[in-house]
């Protein structure tokens, strides 16, 4: 886990507030540690921040909980940071450079452009992202991976960009001790977890349906074509409910459990009492629904001609994502305006998730798009490094007051010491082995060992030759 990294999000929506944590391994594999959600109510517009101590606020309860999930040995430092809104939508961009005869263009010519196209003032906007739609050199498409040599380069680009001040208004909930890595928008982070690689080859549309608007992306050839995002989206529908004389948590619970994109069989008008004994007709209610989600699913039709795409085009089709998607019938209802094949988007297979978060895998599709994208590790530990303990002061001499006669002396008494206890070792191996090799010896030919006197006469000896050995060295 060490090697790893520690990837941090936050989602800011409409309705609620997202954060998640999740540790991407050296060979890419993002493993979601959790996902935790705060309610919003009126604190953000259409993506913009209208009130930024409150969800300012609900950042710091995420921070805290998604550290809780680390230990406390451990900090969030920075954050990747998603954002969308009313105002997000891709601009077309080319770029054109002229080389020196056999330029050979490298993949870091065409990422310093791309950096620079970042870069590009636009009044009033701000880019959030620039994405690469096609390179040739000298009039021949160039291939990922390929160096070719020319001396002309032409590069397609889309820029999403959005109003200067939506990113400002994030900005303002994170002030402290938590940095923002960078602002991704979310409609691409989702499509890299929603879509597979064959989906945007083969063409396909991503439509993620949010509480205050509805995001239209195109992918074709592996690339972004087309992005813009539609000023409706679920909470319209709980506001047309709304109408019927109920509360917004009322119309919010009767969207969710009784409505329906498109009525399947005959209809019956009965009446739908609410939790505060409040009581309305199930045709009303119906009529309600149906209404506005055809209007935004009108809208969406409408951005195959905006973009210029044949809905027959797409082989892969539509794919449906977001909170306000779970209204039944919907991909119905889709499949029968666009005249277009319709699915709800599920997690790509190279997530991980825990057990908790695994069924309600495509509730936090954004969010986990978010984790995806991310790169640099955002935690630190807090663990002091262990101290060694530190002993007593030893007073020592300085040396250089030290009189040389006096050194030599000591060094030379030091040096008798070990060469006398080095002479005592060997002496008591010597004498240890001479007695295991006589008891043996004994044992063997059953002879009885000397008597008292002789016994004594041996020690005699013994020590009368340890100290001729001494007085030889000494």
């Known amino acids: 886990m060490d090697t790893d990294r520690y990837i941090v999000a936050i989602e800011i929506g409409s309705s609620k507030i997202r954060g998640a944590i999740a540790t991407r391994s050296l060979k890419g594999v993002v493993t979601v540690l959790g996902v935790d959600t705060e309610p919003l109510t009126g604190s953000v517009k259409r993506g913009f921040v209208v ?8 950042v710091r309860r995420l921070i805290v909980k998604l550290r809780n999930r680390i230990g406390s040995s451990k900090k969030i430092k920075q954050v ?53 739609t096609g390179v040739t050199v000298d009039g021949k498409p160039r291939i990922d991976g390929e160096e070719p040599v020319g001396s002309n380069l032409k590069m397609g680009l889309k820029l999403i960009v959005a109003r200067d001040d939506l990113k400002k208004s994030a900005a303002r909930c994170f002030q402290g001790d938590v940095a923002v890595v960078r602002y991704i928008p979310t409609a691409l982070s989702t499509a890299y977890v929603a879509l597979s690689n064959e989906d945007r080859q083969a063409g396909v549309m991503l439509v993620d349906f949010g509480a205050d608007t509805t995001t239209v992306s195109i992918f074709k050839d ?63 209610l119906s009529k309600a629904v ?3 989600i055809e209007e935004i699913v009108a809208n969406v039709n409408a951005h195959f001609d905006y973009a ?41 297979q190279d997530m991980l998730l825990d057990v908790a978060s695994q069924s309600k895998s495509s509730d936090y599709l954004q969010i986990l798009g978010l984790l995806y994208c991310g790169r640099e590790n955002c935690v630190e530990s807090t663990v002091k490094p262990v101290e060694e303990p530190v002993s007593e002061p030893v007073e020592v001499e300085d040396e250089m007051h030290v009189d040389p006669k006096e050194q030599k002396k000591r060094e030379k008494k030091e040096k008798a010491n070990r060469a006398r206890e080095e002479k005592m070792r060997r002496k008591r191996e010597a004498e240890e082995a001479k007695n295991h090799a006589k008891d043996s010896e004994e ?32």
Do not use: W
């Open 308 to 348: 210029k795409c044949d809905p027959k085009s797409l082989e892969a089709g539509m794919v449906i994502v977001g909170g306000a998607s779970k209204l039944p019938n919907l991909a119905e209802l889709l499949a029968e305006k666009c005249d277009i094949k319709v699915r709800k988007g599920a997690l790509r």
């Open 80 to 132: 990747y940071v998603g954002i969308s809104g009313q105002s997000l939508h891709a601009e077309d961009h080319m770029i054109s450079r002229d080389f020196p005869e056999g330029t050979s263009i490298t993949e870091d010519i065409i990422k310093h452009l791309q950096d620079e196209a970042r870069e590009m003032p636009i009044a009033g906007s701000d880019i959030l992202e620039v994405v690469r």
């Open 51 to 58: 009130r930024p101590e409150e969800v300012a606020s609900k």
């Open 443 to 474: 044992g063997e030919n059953g002879a009885k060992g000397p008597g008292l006197f002789g016994r004594l006469k041996d020690m005699v000896k013994k020590a009368e030759r340890l100290l001729d050995d001494e007085n030889d060295n000494y």
């Open 290 to 292: 149906k209404a506005r």
């Open 222 to 284: 592996g690339t972004l074509r087309y992005l813009s995002t539609i000023p409706l989206g679920g909470q319209n529908i709980t506001r047309d409910i709304m109408t019927l004389n109920v509360t917004e948590a009322e119309a919010e619970s009767f969207k969710v459990r009784l409505g329906s994109a498109k009525p399947m069989g005959e209809e019956s008008n009965i009446t739908l009492r609410g939790e505060n004994n409040s009581e309305i007709k199930s045709l009303d």
